[in-house]
């Protein structure tokens, strides 16, 4: 099991994981932890990433080989750099770090009280340089400092080997005992058929019928075969060639067949030949016969593909037939159930026969369109329709042109893919906007739909190419077949390979595998299965369904109400905690969650989150009043500060104060308590020396800092501002009283609608929030409930993040959010608003040296019944806005919201405009001529 410490009051210290591995950690008990992560790195042929041994272990995952010939990409992730031999260097490299000092250097050390460095220590500039070297770049820094703070847990300042071997050791015993298996599509054993009618030769192409439910499997010379879903022949078919009249019973010539594609609408099976025709089969009985031949084609079909609207079948339906040549020829028919093409007048039966220049005939069904060189003369080898774009997508052995997204209606740019040997196969899939991609240099590449040219991952594994591909949409997972009969199964999120299979084929122990251009086929709905084809063998694999629920439900981060959220600028992350007890770590360029702690203040709510000045301890205080420090790196439990009783916190900031630094934490006790900032103790006690004494007739709820000021906010809508030297209070703003209220004109919404501005006016009713006797029913009775959406008490809610419905002037004035605008606050002697609060969903912009207070505000939520409960300001603000018990963060939805700080009659429009990037969407509202800069995470 990995390290752990356990602090007196019995929550234990451990180390969790940097990106891209997924932590879990419960502080639930001294004695246990469970952990998960989902690890990442490079896959053997067998799928089992390989182990090294601890030493060869990276802070990322498995180090690559010192033989490994396999080219790396230019800007391949940091893990897949690092190298045994790296490591090893690195270790020699702390060895050296010998410090020697003069004596008077010692005694000057001594003079100003500090110690000397140790020996065989890196601080982080010299780690950074020294990695950087070993791996002969530098864009890799940033993430070398952050992983110089994950391992130097202690915050020494310097870092040991002995640290960083540590560090390896319990990343890689949590992956071996704690990776969450993946989800597995495969629930049952391939059900493995010989095929007596393909007479020793491979399947050129498997497709399936679903009137009635059939798999229908067609050989390389032509004989099909029909299969019920239960693998047993029902049927057989074979495509005959035209007879060779001086030598009755054989073929005019070879034929082979090439491909295949149902015409699901009119129940027909098209079938591409090196006859240089396309046959077409009725499938409408239960006997198979071929209707229709178009023949005369200028050169072998290679590929097919057919689409139809499933909500209008006798409307417009498309055929594509590629050739050898990288030519593509469209058909458009107009009534495919009334008819594909014209039959004679005197027909008595039989098939159709009909050459390809005579189509002209037939112009009342159908539209013969060529788009030619599509591939530089290569060999067109699959095709895919993309009809909500009207797009083709083909693949060719073109190093040039490998991929191909055409306009069929040539009105965008033709986006073109570019691949050394080409691509076998690909595959593609609408919902997730991905390209999946099979080719001979044995990779599998998967490309972005808008970023065409670089994929966005590399697949390696495979030790011979890669002859076809499938997208299994509902588990993200990706199975490719190889030219060896391997069928892996990949992680599209990890980007690893989850299983190696080598299905059974009996005729793969005494002949090599031969396998058709397309062996290996995906259905879904009522079929549900993947089906892959060896020789003259057929393999069922029954692919499991997920329940994701209905299409309206979001994606949620937490289990519970989302109650707090920070931007950690210096490692690019959103601290993100919640009603049950957890905070979570989420890395802002990738959107994903690197580090979870489960119950880290027991079973109570975390009410409030902060970081220190340095970015490198994250502070939570929960319902219960209890307060913890964290290492914002490894998720280290370095500190407990002990409660001023058992009220919620709502606010603590890190600020400093006679030279020292101190946290000031309020809350529901009213009071303003300091805690001394000592890094080295395990357990602080609170101080009650604040200055200003108890001034706050309710509960704080909110509290902001900057260089000068402390603004603290209660619930019976009091504002108070601090003078952070002296302590004592400057200003006082009341809302309830109406202070400059009366001065606000009506504002326009981000809506549009119009609201009144001002707060419902009148005195807060007393019994509302008192008991009999006059006095407020105290937030630490025993009686309290232990969550805050049960058995509320009727005259006030549990928790400000859950108020029940109250008469309009009874909860309009609690001042959820206070932020003071940094750049404007370090101005001592501007007059411009500089404090920004949140009340009941409006915001407002409050001056501090101004006779005039309010300066500006508008309404912030979208609707009536939201507040604005999150605000945070690393120079740009961050606001979170929720909703009664909404839980959803999307981290790739961040815009910017500018309002402006008006005059009397101020009026506030919005108008919105959506800006598309790489790793965000910008979401702009003008609000008028003075803009103030806020950055809006949006739910």
Not at 202 to 220: D, E, M
Request: hydrophobic share 35%; proline share 5%.
């Amino acid at each position: 099991m990995p390290h752990k410490d356990i602090t007196p009051n019995g929550k234990p210290k451990m180390n969790s994981l940097r990106i891209p591995t997924l932590n879990v950690i419960d502080f639930s008990t001294s004695g246990s932890i469970t952990g998960k992560q989902a690890g990442r790195g490079k896959h053997n042929a067998s799928g089992v990433p390989p182990t090294p041994p601890p030493s060869a272990m990276s802070a990322f995952g498995p180090v690559e080989s010192d033989c490994d010939d396999v080219p790396l990409d230019p800007d391949a992730p940091m893990e897949q750099r690092i190298k045994l031999s790296h490591l090893e260097e690195l270790m020699q490299r702390f060895k050296e770090m010998i410090t020697v000092y003069e004596d008077s250097e010692l005694q000057q050390l001594e003079a100003e009280g500090r110690t000397r460095r140790p020996n065989a220590t890196m601080d982080v500039d010299e780690f950074v340089d020294i990695v950087s070297g070993l791996l002969a770049t530098n864009e890799y820094n940033k993430q070398l400092k952050l992983l110089f703070y994950q391992c130097d847990a202690d915050g020494t300042g310097y870092l040991e080997w002995r640290e960083v071997c540590d560090y390896i050791m319990t990343q890689q015993k949590i992956k071996d005992c704690m990776t969450p298996p993946k989800a597995n599509p495969f629930n049952s054993k391939p059900k493995i058929r010989f095929i007596s009618n393909n007479k020793q030769e491979p399947s050129a192409k498997i497709v399936a019928l679903r009137n009635p439910s059939r798999y229908v499997n067609i050989s390389k010379e032509g004989e099909i075969a029909i299969w019920d879903l239960d693998m047993n022949i029902i049927g057989t078919v074979n495509i005959e060639g035209d007879p060779d009249p001086r030598r009755p019973g054989k073929r005019l010539q070879q034929m082979w067949v090439m491909d295949a594609v149902t015409m699901e609408n009119c129940d027909k099976i098209a079938i591409a030949t090196t006859c240089r025709d396309v046959r077409i089969y009725d499938t409408s009985s239960s006997v198979f016969y071929e209707e229709f031949r178009l023949y005369g084609f200028p050169n072998p079909l290679r590929a097919l593909e057919y689409w139809y609207n499933p909500m209008a079948t006798n409307s417009n339906s498309i055929l594509l037939l590629g050739n050898s040549k990288g030519d593509l020829h469209m058909f458009t028919f107009f009534t495919p159930r009334s008819g594909i093409f014209e039959k004679p007048p005197n027909h008595q039966g039989g098939c159709v026969k009909i050459f390809l220049l005579d189509l002209k005939k037939h112009y009342l069904l159908l539209k013969h369109q060529v788009l030619e060189n599509m591939h530089d003369g290569q060999e067109m080898k699959q095709i895919f329709y993309l009809a909500e774009k009207e797009v083709i997508l083909s693949c060719s052995d073109s190093p040039t042109r490998s991929l191909v997204f055409t306009d069929i209606n040539k009105t965008r740019k033709t986006v073109v893919i570019r691949s050394d040997r080409g691509f076998e196969c690909f595959d593609y899939s609408s919902r997730l906007g991905l390209v999946a991609t099979g080719s001979a240099d044995n990779f599998v590449r998967l490309y972005n739909q808008y970023v065409p040219g670089k994929p966005v991952a590399i697949l390696r594994g495979h030790s011979v190419s890669v002859i076809d591909v499938v997208i299994i949409e509902d588990y993200l997972q990706v199975v490719t077949f190889d030219d060896d009969a391997i069928v892996k199964r990949w992680d599209m999120v990890d980007q690893t390979c989850l299983q190696t299979l080598r299905i059974a084929f009996p005729c793969l122990d005494n002949r090599s595998a031969e396998h058709g251009y397309f062996p290996m086929a995906y259905f879904k709905g009522r079929f549900n299965s993947l089906i892959v084809t060896c020789n003259d063998y057929i393999a069922k694999i029954s692919i499991g369904t997920r329940d994701y629920g209905t299409s309206s439900q979001q994606a949620l981060t937490h289990s519970t109400p989302l109650s707090c959220i920070l931007y950690n600028s210096e490692s690019s992350e959103v601290v993100t905690a919640c009603d049950g007890s957890e905070i979570a770590l989420w890395d802002v360029d990738t959107g994903q969650i690197h580090t979870r702690f489960v119950q880290a203040h027991g079973n109570e709510e975390i009410t409030c989150i902060t970081l220190d000045d340095k970015k490198r301890r994250i502070i939570s205080g929960a319902r219960d009043g209890s307060l913890y420090v964290w290492h914002a790196y490894s998720g280290l439990h370095l500190q407990t500060l002990h409660p001023y009783g058992n009220s919620e916190v709502t606010g603590i900031l890190d600020h400093f104060h006679d030279g020292r630094r101190v946290l000031a934490v309020v809350g529901w006790n009213r009071t303003i308590v300091q805690y001394e900032d000592h890094p080295e103790m395990l357990s602080i006690k609170p101080s009650l020396h604040w200055k200003g004494l108890q001034l706050h007739e309710d509960d704080i709820l909110s509290m902001a800092g900057c260089d000068q000021y402390i603004a603290t906010g209660s619930y019976d809508g009091q504002i108070i501002v601090w003078k952070t030297d002296t302590q004592l209070p400057i200003k006082k703003i009341n809302l309830k009283s109406g202070d400059n209220i009366s001065e606000r004109t009506s504002t326009d919404d981000m809506g549009g609608s119009t609201r009144g501005s001002g707060y419902p006016t009148g005195e807060r009713n007393g019994s509302a929030n008192r008991n009999g006797s006059g006095f407020r029913r105290d937030s630490r009775s025993s009686s309290r409930p232990n969550s805050r959406h049960q058995d509320r008490p009727p005259s006030r809610p549990v928790s400000r993040y859950s108020r029940p419905t109250f008469p309009a002037d009874a909860s309009q004035f609690a001042v959820d959010v206070l932020v003071f605008l940094s750049h404007r606050a370090a101005n001592k002697f501007t007059k411009s608003a500089i404090l920004l609060s949140s009340s009941a969903g409006y915001l407002n912009f409050w001056s501090v040296t101004n006779r005039r207070h309010l300066i500006g505000g508008f309404y912030g939520s979208d609707f009536m019944d939201q507040s604005i409960l999150a605000v945070y300001d690393p120079g740009r603000q961050c606001v979170g806005r929720r909703g009664h018990s909404r839980m959803d963060l999307r981290l790739g939805h961040i815009g910017v919201l500018r309002g402006s700080a008006g005059v009397a009659g101020y009026q506030a429009t919005a108008e919105v405009s959506r800006m598309e990037s790489a790793q965000q969407r910008h979401i702009r509202a003008r609000m008028g001529r003075k803009r103030k800069s806020l950055c809006v995470i949006v739910d």
